[in-house]
């Protein structure tokens, strides 16, 4: 019996061995595709984080040199970037002009990594530096990526973003590796940016310090080399593409990838008694370890990745630009999910999209097509920062305004990429819209009230000034002739009615002009005895409240408030057929408030705006009223609805306006 179990502990032992070696195997393997993966996602950051400061690079603020419009700019991306740590702008000569760590003016020290800054000056391209010197204003080491501002082919400033080792860091941690094993990404110089955290340390002889610090001793080109306790450990490296030299390493202690042999040896020998089913079932749940490992990595990975992905894009929604790329040899846009969201095209999960550019000019109005044709060409002629604002239609939005910034680099009759970004600017332009219509509805209001006062000059006044003169006439003849004293007495008053009557035509004109009662009675009198006079010359009920009363009010808050009681009355004259008006004024510490509110037909506020934005609106009553109390800082709203009355709340603030004052 002994003997027929030698042959089935010998396959026994095989196949123990084998699945310990495979297990070896798969180890070695996982390592280099932790590796790759790793390489991957810092490749990619890095190359996004490049692609963003060459964007920042090209900013139409330093077209004119207007350094504090950058600044905002640039302190605003950089909250946005979590690998960015500060953003600054220097001289070819390495002399500092900006940083946003400091405020702008401010002296700032000495460009650190000399060796980079000069090498994106004498190349003009992009530079990604080494681990750079300890900085103690910030505590903290960083490393510099350079990026050329050219303008006119002519090299003006280094833009330098200091990027933040412990965040590269964060991608090593983040990738799933076993406990024991290290990451580290090390510079050109071999000097250690970024490693895995001390979090998950492995037996008392594999520490993830000691791996890391082997690594390092080890250098880029040696698989094997040991710590400074003299433990084996086996590495596995790669070179990031497009990082100048910068390289990815993963350290395996060699107990570790050893020990399932080791195991499987001791488990062997140790149960030479045991049945062939044990050793079948010991291998068996052997292989299910194998496998359930490999499947808790590949999801730590792929969810690790996802979360870099989700990072990456909020902080360019959080931007609330898009980021866009033009190639006009393949024809194609591409572009990041903000910038498809702006277009309303549907985006893909991660990274960017690329789109024909016929699909993107189809989604521009026809009348601006050719502007955005124009924008493309003007930025490969000049190699300079242009903008061009379009339409777009979209089915859930509409008509809707975009602007798009950019600029292409390189060499004049060798550029054929541009970069830039997209903005959504539809509500300014719809403000600027709505009042250059109000401007001209003012004018045109203006032009009005001047044929009004004209009118009633030739209509009222200039028939009285002809009656009187003729009067006078008479009474001349009259007197002339020698009538009696009581013919020309009687002519004399009725002269004297008419010059009463010239004076009361022009006071009342000049009132309209420029109410006088506010400077002999004070504001609230002034309103009392205009409503008074307003509701006995119309017939409608007014029942005016006052609080607070306090005539000491800036001139021109004053005039304001006099003219919205005018405008609101007359509107409620006009339009509301109203049998009672109420009038609520108070005035508080922080503000002058007013309500009115009748009892007329009403209306609906939302028609009425969107008539006001079309430019159909056939008055000027509300929208004037809304400019006047825009003017002064203040809100204004309306409540109405048809059949029900309107409702319109003013609110001026005053400490704000006798601050200023």
């Not at 204004?636 to 400490?655: D, M, R």
Request: aromatic share 4%.
């Amino acid at each position: 019996m002994l003997t027929a179990a030698i042959p089935v502990l010998l396959l026994g032992g095989w196949i123990a061995y084998i699945t310990a070696d495979q297990e070896r195997s798969y180890a070695r393997k996982a390592a280099t595709e932790a590796l790759t993966q790793v390489a991957h996602q810092i490749e990619a950051e890095i190359s996004r984080e490049m692609q963003v400061a060459e964007t920042l690079a090209s900013s139409a603020a330093l077209d004119s040199g207007n350094l504090g419009d950058f600044y905002l700019e640039a302190t605003r991306i950089v909250a946005a970037r979590p690998l960015w740590e500060t953003a600054a702008l220097t001289k070819p000569d390495q002399e500092q002009v900006l940083n946003v760590l400091r405020p702008l003016g401010a002296p700032l020290g000495p460009v650190m990594d000399g060796e980079s800054f000069n090498a994106a000056v004498r190349t003009r391209k992009p530079v990604l530096g080494g681990l750079g010197p300890y900085q103690a204003a910030i505590g903290k080491q960083l490393v510099s990526l350079r990026v050329p501002v050219i303008r006119d082919g002519e090299l003006r400033y280094i833009l330098t973003i200091g990027l933040l080792p412990d965040q590269i860091g964060t991608i090593l941690g983040q990738a799933g590796l076993p406990a024991g094993w290290a990451g580290t990404v090390i510079d050109a110089k071999e000097r250690m940016v970024a490693r895995t955290p001390d979090t998950n340390t492995a037996k008392a002889d594999a520490k993830t310090p000691a791996v890391q610090e082997a690594i390092a001793r080890g250098g880029a080109n040696s698989r094997n080399t040991k710590t400074s306790e003299g433990m084996d450990v086996e590495t596995v490296h790669r070179v990031l593409a497009g990082t100048e030299g910068w390289s990815v390493h993963v350290g395996v202690p060699l107990a570790e990838l050893n020990a399932p042999v080791s195991r499987s040896l001791r488990l062997l020998f140790g149960g030479t008694a045991a049945s062939v089913g044990l050793a079948i079932a010991l291998g068996l749940v052997i292989a299910r370890e194998i496998a359930r490992r490999r499947r808790m990595e590949a999801l730590e990975s792929a969810a690790a990745l996802l979360d870099s992905e989700k990072r990456g894009a909020l902080a360019i929604d959080a931007a609330e630009l898009g980021t866009w790329r033009w190639d006009l040899h393949t024809n194609e846009f591409s572009g990041c999910s903000r910038f498809c969201a702006l277009l309303g095209l549907p985006a893909a999960r991660s990274g960017e999209t690329k789109w024909p550019a016929d699909g993107i000019f189809a989604k521009v109005q026809p009348s601006h097509r050719p502007a955005l044709a124009s924008f493309g060409a003007a930025c490969l002629e000049s190699g300079k920062s242009s903008s061009v604002a379009f339409q777009i239609q979209s089915d859930d939005r509409g008509e809707y305004w975009l602007r798009a910034a950019g600029r292409a680099e390189g060499r004049p009759n060798h550029r054929h990429v541009i970069h830039g970004v997209l903005a959504d600017i539809d509500v300014s332009k719809r403000a600027e819209a709505e009042r250059s219509h109000l401007l001209r509805r003012l004018a045109s209001a203006q032009e009005e009230e001047q044929r009004r006062i004209s009118r009633e000059l030739h209509d009222q006044i200039g028939q009285t000034v002809t009656g009187l003169s003729l009067g006078l006439k008479a009474l001349e003849q009259g007197l002339a002739r020698g009538n009696n004293g009581a013919a020309a007495t009687e002519q004399v008053r009725w002269l004297e009615q008419l010059a009463a009557q010239i004076g009361r035509d022009i006071h009342r004109t000049a009132s309209d002009l420029r109410p006088t009662a506010i400077d002999d009675l004070g504001i609230f009198k002034a309103i009392e005895a205009y409503v008074a006079e307003w509701q006995e010359r119309y017939g409608v009920r007014v029942d005016v409240q006052t609080f607070g009363r306090d005539d000491q009010l800036p001139a021109d808050v004053a005039a304001v408030l006099y003219r919205l009681v005018q405008e609101g009355l007359n509107n409620v004259l006009k339009h509301a057929q109203a049998s009672k008006i109420s009038l609520v004024l108070e005035k508080k510490p922080e503000g002058l408030a007013l309500v009115l509110e009748d009892d007329g037909v009403g209306f609906d506020p939302e028609t009425s705006q969107r008539n006001v934005s079309d430019g159909r609106a056939p008055g000027l009553g509300l929208s004037g009223m809304k400019e006047r109390v825009a003017l002064l800082g203040g809100k204004i709203a309306v409540e109405s609805a048809p059949g029900k009355g309107s409702t319109i709340f003013v609110q001026i603030p005053l400490e704000e306006l006798v601050s200023v004052r």
